[in-house]
């Protein structure tokens, strides 16, 4: 099935960085969500987006819905330890029901 | 509030002999009900999905198969585990048009 391409595909940052990924694809998403997943543990969603441009927050957490409605962004401000886990990207595809496509995930480290 | 309950946790079966994980959700009804399975720590690999009972559509052809006997019951079977169905499976419920799906708790299955 189709996957999203979502990178980098690992990290390993300082405690207080930034962090960015995105996840793109050659089809047209109608819903972008971003789940984290931490070890042993199913995935968590963690932002939903609905409209092509929309910026949409939650704590230290931005996400984005990418104009083109094929790609969608993730940043991370002032990275702390227990921000470590994958983070996947998901989308529905317009036409699609209510499957989701996710993305290859993103692993983040933080370093003390 | 709907809960989605996955067990066992871990599990260590031999090869060859059969197979039975059980996911079930409350506080929703009609539920779509899915299975991955997530090789290695990373990438979600859709398995089953399920619009309602008795209707199971496969994604992947492999050596497993679900069930749903009733609403909010979703079963993974094998008749002889392989080797290769060594992973970490990932119970899902989602309504049919809307949000996210939200994730079970896992099993991790090791075949010896």
């Known amino acids: 099935g189709q996957q999203l391409n979502q990178s980098p595909q690992s990290m390993f940052i300082q405690e207080g960085e930034d962090v960015s990924m995105n996840c793109t694809s050659s089809?047209?998403?109608?819903?972008w969500l971003w789940y984290k997943q931490e070890p042993g543990e199913g995935p968590v969603l963690l932002i939903a987006?609905?409209?092509?441009?929309e910026l949409t927050s939650n704590g230290r957490l931005t996400a984005q819905f990418g104009i083109t409605r094929k790609d969608s962004f993730l940043n991370i401000s002032a990275s702390i330890p227990s921000d470590v886990g994958i983070y996947f990207c998901?989308?529905?595809?317009?036409?699609?029901?209510?499957?989701?496509?996710f993305g290859t995930g993103t692993q983040l480290k933080v370093e003390l | 509030s709907q809960t989605i309950h996955q067990w066992p946790a871990t599990l260590v079966q031999p090869v060859g002999s059969p197979l039975s994980l059980e996911c079930t959700v409350e506080g929703t009804s009609n539920p779509n009900l899915y299975w991955y399975r997530q090789a290695a720590g990373r990438g979600l690999q859709l398995l089953f999905y399920s619009v309602g009972i008795g209707q199971i559509s496969s994604e992947v052809p492999q050596n497993l198969s679900a069930s749903r006997p009733q609403d909010r019951q979703f079963i993974l079977s094998s008749k002889k585990l392989l080797l290769s169905d060594s992973g970490f499976y990932l119970c899902a419920w989602s309504v049919p048009v809307g949000l996210g799906y939200t994730f079970g708790s896992g099993t991790r299955l090791t075949v010896v």
């Open positions: 987006l609905y409209k092509a441009g």
């Open positions: 998901a989308g529905r595809l317009t036409g699609g029901g209510n499957k989701l496509t």
């Open positions: 089809s047209i998403f109608n819903t």
